[in-house]
């Protein structure tokens, strides 16, 4: 059976551009709902990202005081592994509930590589694995009938085999699987549904959060959202097809449309100027720069290390002038950037932290010596659990070339016809 979306008895969507105040819509709309007599604890808000989670609690606690501080303020993400870490629902994926972190990722790309195919068709394979997931290709039952049988079906069913015996959830079938348990236990459904859902940037959530989303709430669920404004941040494949899917789903749904800018109208005159230069040849739509503050300056700087400086003079300033730090936001084009920039400011005595991006351990798996936080972080994982597959199969493939994906094809087999797990089996059958 194909999976719908759950209908709500008061949905709300909430469009327009960027800048136009649709985040500030969904703060106001919880501060009316608890002012009302919601429960605070009734009430899950989510967000694209984590950041962006970060900020919206924020938000909230300016608005709605120490209500706000009973208020789920999360990613689908989270609540799906939430979900599935549970005693029900490692029972009902057979999995831990736990999301492959990029370094276990790496052998679980090895133990696929058993599969013949060169890396390039494996790579593109996985890929449309991945996004057929995120979008409910499988229905309520999980059956894999999409796919073509043959070279398809038959890397389709490596894959799950891998991830069965290792435990392993991967990001992009994570909240479709949530979603599956969901309906396929009313009690958790029951107890993890909320009266009140709010969801922002609800574009830039896959398929599969989106419903996730619209599946926890109860009695209404209000979305922000902007077609235009669709990039993968976060979750991967985000799905901007979903807003009609949404408006479809609840026949009744309160359209509220925003249109005026709250962005700094010296930015959009910058902006309006170098899309001209890049797009001679197109009309651009004018801004209008008697609008336009003093509030956005462009800095020239000769070298790297010099623009450095000024940005990090450009925040000492601004603190110095009484802004809140947290108030402070500095974007870079690059990881490496944003870590000089963090520098920068430490050395003035500015206290500055940046998400980690890429991989925490980082080092080739193959050589012993140049792994060694990787090795560490995985002993780790197995002093706190002797029986995490995952961190076993890892464990067992540092310092081979393969990683040794054709003994643990061997090992996951044999595990599989005895019905031992394959830690168990690790530990009662040597590698050769």
């Not at 039952?141 to 085999?161: C, F, M, Q, R």
């Not at 922000?224 to 899917?245: H, L, M, Q, W």
């Not at 972080?377 to 029986?387: F, I, K, M, Q, W």
Request: aromatic share 6%; hydrophobic share 50%.
């Amino acid at each position: 059976m194909a999976i719908e979306l759950a209908p709500t008895p008061r949905a709300i969507l909430v469009e327009g551009a960027t800048g136009c105040g649709k985040t500030t819509w969904l703060i106001e709309h919880i501060a009316t709902l608890l002012e009302a007599g919601a429960a605070p604890h009734d009430v899950l808000v989510l967000a694209a990202t984590p950041d962006a989670a970060r900020t919206l609690e924020r938000c909230l606690g300016e608005t709605c005081g120490t209500a706000a501080r009973d208020i789920t303020v999360t990613c689908p993400r989270f609540v799906a592994t939430d979900l599935l870490s549970c005693e029900a629902g490692r029972a009902f994926s057979g999995r831990t509930g736990r999301i492959a972190t990029p370094l276990e990722m790496g052998f679980i790309m090895e133990d696929m590589k058993v599969s013949g195919l060169k890396n390039r068709r494996l790579k593109e394979m996985l890929k449309f694995f991945y996004r057929s997931w995120t979008e409910l290709v499988e229905d309520a039952d999980g059956n894999g009938d999409w796919l073509i049988p043959g070279e398809e079906a038959d890397v389709h069913a490596l894959l799950k085999a891998v991830l069965d015996a290792t435990g392993a959830v991967l990001e992009p079938e994570a909240a479709a699987m949530a979603v599956r348990f969901l309906l396929a236990d009313e009690a958790t459904l029951a107890a993890a549904g909320r009266r009140h859902v709010v969801v922002d940037d609800y574009q830039m959530l896959s398929r599969a959060s989106q419903h996730l989303a619209n599946l926890l709430a109860r009695d209404t669920v209000a979305v922000a959202a902007d077609a235009a404004a669709c990039t993968e941040v976060f979750d991967s494949y985000p799905y901007a097809e979903g807003i009609g899917e949404f408006t479809q789903a609840n026949g009744a749904c309160e359209r509220i449309t925003l249109t005026e800018s709250h962005r700094c109208a010296a930015a959009a005159v910058a902006a309006g100027r170098l899309r001209a230069e890049a797009l001679p040849d197109e009309e651009v739509p004018a801004v209008d720069e008697a609008a336009a503050r003093a509030s956005f300056t462009a800095l020239a700087t000769e070298s790297p290390a010099a623009e450095m400086a000024a940005v990090a003079d450009a925040v000492e300033a601004a603190l110095a002038a009484g802004t809140a730090p947290g108030a402070v936001h500095v974007l870079a084009f690059h990881p490496a950037w944003s870590r000089q920039i963090v520098g920068a400011l430490r050395e003035r005595g500015i206290v500055a932290s940046s998400p980690v991006e890429g991989r925490v351990a980082v080092g080739d798996y193959r050589d012993l010596d140049r792994c060694a936080a990787a090795r560490l972080l995985t002993a780790l994982a197995l002093v706190a659990d002797p029986r995490d597959a995952l961190a076993w199969r890892c464990w067992c493939g540092f310092g081979d070339y393969l990683a040794n994906s054709a003994a643990f094809a061997d090992l996951r087999t044999a595990a599989t016809a005895q019905g031992m797990g394959l830690a168990e089996a690790s530990r009662a059958r040597p590698l050769p």
